[in-house]
């Protein structure tokens, strides 16, 4: 999915919205997406990987876990210190820890290279830790300081969550399940990504956008990644670099809205954001594309 066609399909769920002028059909869509689609979609691209290749993943998957950390802590403690009980301090740190590094930041990458590999594999990594850490998240503040047991039993009854960690589990075992059936899977599965973008665009709106969220998630999602990636990898060989530092910068992930609203966690105000923030994304590195 290119940049425009992504563009259309946001286009197509707010239109949608307006015509149909009813909740239901996106909540139905939500529902089938985030507990079957989302679900296979992941099971099947975790699955159909092996250990070699998570451990020969090298500076990439590197980086996938000191990006994680840098969001999450740095997310983490302006929340426990800035934002103290506030429900979007856990929005803000589901946000700032999931980015979109398929739907968007494979077409961004694909500005500056020709083969995206590297990025397709920080993507698939990406997406194996930060499943399981933002559904806990989100389980967690959107009730209202349960106990850390509660909260992950909450998560775990959230299938993406299950299907991430039962394909992690297989990679780890060393079990290997058929084409046969990984193939079907992940075809399905693959319905998530154009279904959530429509239901994005359907949540849009500027209803509830401030410009202190914005700020807040644009510097813990974009720019301190961003500023962390060019500073230590610039002089690495261009493949890594530019998917490191496209994948590592996108804005909010969809999923990550659709995830705040199964669990009624600030999801109207985090949809503002993220639209937003997609916008000035996608025109920071097309700008950044005509510089360098």
Do not use: C
């Amino acid at each position: 999915m290119n940049i425009a066609e992504m563009l259309a399909l946001i286009a197509v769920g707010y239109v949608l919205k307006l015509i149909l002028k009813d909740e239901r059909p996106f909540n139905y869509l939500r529902i089938i997406v985030n507990d079957v689609l989302l679900a296979l979609f992941i099971f099947g691209n975790v699955a159909s990987k092996d250990l070699n290749y998570l451990l020969g993943i090298k500076t990439v998957f590197l980086y996938v876990f000191i990006i994680v950390g840098l969001s999450l802590s740095t997310s983490y403690l302006y929340g426990r210190f800035k934002l103290k009980n506030n429900p979007w301090a856990g929005a803000l740190m589901v946000l700032s820890v999931y980015p979109n590094t398929a739907a968007l930041g494979f077409p961004i990458a694909s500005l500056f290279l020709d083969d995206i590999t590297p990025a397709i594999l920080y993507s698939t990594t990406n997406s194996m830790i930060v499943i399981p850490i933002v559904t806990f998240i989100a389980a967690h503040y959107s009730s209202g300081g349960a106990s850390v047991k509660e909260s992950f039993i909450k998560a775990l009854k959230f299938p993406p969550t299950v299907a991430n960690l039962f394909a992690l589990a297989l990679v780890i075992g060393g079990v290997h399940l058929p084409a046969q059936i990984l193939e079907p899977v992940k075809t399905v599965g693959w319905l998530s990504i154009p279904l959530l973008v429509i239901y994005f665009g359907s949540r849009i709106t500027l209803r509830s956008f401030d410009w202190r969220k914005l700020a807040e998630v644009g510097a813990f999602r974009i720019a301190i990644p961003f500023t962390f990636v060019f500073l230590t990898l610039r002089w690495e060989r261009p493949e890594v670099f530019y998917s490191v530092l496209v994948e590592a910068s996108m804005p909010p992930a969809i999923a990550a809205n659709a995830i705040l609203a199964q669990y009624r966690l600030k999801a109207e105000e985090a949809i503002s954001v993220t639209f937003v923030l997609t916008l000035f994304v996608i025109g920071l590195f097309l700008a950044l594309k005509l510089v360098l």
